[in-house]
Nanobody, 125 residues
Framework: QVQLVESGGGLVQAGGSLRLSCAAS????????MGWFRQAPGKEREFVAA????????YYAGSVKGRFTISRDNAKNTMYLQMNSLKPEDTAVYYC??????????????????WGQGTQVTVSS
């Protein structure tokens, strides 16, 4: 059974930093893209970042590029999202997810089949 568990969310002032973690189990994740998405109240869940199975390729939404860094440690089956220079508009529930197919990248949430429960990130102004 595949399980993803996020941690690291919290309350931070604008300009601050947080590091999210996503611990994965139940699948060999080395061949799968993994991604971070977020959902603010009243809005659709949106793509934030994705990383290839090897960790070599990374992709970011324009709104977070240059401020967020995605990474993964396959030996620990864990993915990370380092978030710097946080803004109030980054406030959302952040979810990690794994792609449905090996070596397949997408910014669309329909391409990801397993999801974590989410972790709340709140940025105060």
């Amino acid at each position: 059974q595949v399980q993803l568990v996020e941690s690291g969310g919290g309350l931070v002032q604008a300009g601050g930093s947080l590091r999210l973690s996503c611990a994965a189990s139940g699948r060999t994740f080395n061949n799968y893209y993994m991604g971070w998405f977020r959902q603010a109240p009243g809005k659709e869940r949106e793509f934030v970042a994705a990383i290839s199975g090897s960790g070599v390729s990374t992709y970011y939404a324009g709104s977070v590029k240059g401020r967020f860094t995605i990474s993964r440690d396959n030996a620990k089956n864990t993915m990370y999202l380092q978030m710097n220079s946080l803004k109030p508009e980054d406030t959302a529930v952040y979810y990690c997810a794994t792609a449905q197919r090996p070596r397949y990248y997408s910014i669309h949430k329909s391409a990801y089949d397993y999801w974590g429960q989410g972790t709340q990130v709140t940025v105060s102004s």
